[in-house]
């Protein structure tokens, strides 16, 4: 028996079981209300309160799915870049230590990955060549005015403003060590 006090203060003991039907026949009753009134507002058809149709139709999630958490930047000169990326997109980017890392911060409270730049061990790449690494894309608000800012920050134009179509709009610049980098601006109606 689990004890509890409702909203009133009154002190109750129930079975865990009993708790548990409570809450899924609460949520029924609920997810009935919503159906029921997007209904009425015209949601046509309303859509399905069914949890295991839509894992059946959309994927089930699994905690165990790997995710990106992590992105490093190569630089010939890591303080250069460093300073690119701070006046580009505004990241917070701090030595970590004596050691030759650098951390890189790119937002706080919305959903993105962070990294570090870490200094080249080979050669940059060349240009004329096929993409032969991984290409960073950047979530922004305007990629032409984003695409501004890096040129007048002396970053080549790799791929003009390009539409994906329902997608948004993609463009690409090399920063100053040659990486290859992409923007994305979100926008369904493009063409």
């Known amino acids: 028996m689990h004890r509890h006090h409702n909203l009133a203060g009154v002190e109750s003991a129930n079975a865990l ?3 548990l039907l409570h809450v899924v026949n609460h949520a029924t009753y609920h997810r009935g209300q919503v159906t029921t009134l997007l209904g009425l507002l015209g949601a046509a058809p309303p859509p399905s309160t069914d949890l295991m149709a839509f894992f059946r ?3 089930t999630p699994s905690p165990s799915t790997p995710r990106v958490v992590h992105v490093e930047i ?3 000169n890591p ?5 690119f990326y701070r006046a580009l997109f505004g990241w917070h980017i701090a030595r970590w230590g004596d050691m030759p890392y650098w951390t890189v911060t790119t937002g706080h409270g919305v959903p993105g990955i962070d990294g570090g730049i870490v200094p080249r061990r080979g050669e940059a790449p060349t240009d004329g060549h096929p993409v032969n690494a991984t290409v960073v894309t950047v ?3 305007s990629v032409d005015d984003t695409l501004a800012q890096a040129t007048a920050l002396g970053a ?3 791929l003009p403003k390009t539409p994906i179509p329902a997608v948004g709009w993609l463009a690409c610049f090399k920063d100053l060590d040659g990486n290859l980098l992409g923007l ?3 926008d369904p109606a493009a063409p």
Do not use: K
Request: glycine share 4%; no cysteine; proline share 9%.
């Open 79 to 83: 303080e250069a870049s460093a300073a």
């Open 57 to 59: 139709e959309r994927g």
């Open 139 to 141: 979530n922004v608000p």
């Open 74 to 76: 190569h630089a010939t």
């Open 184 to 186: 994305m601006q979100d």
């Open 156 to 158: 080549p134009v790799a």
């Open 17 to 19: 079981w009993q708790m």
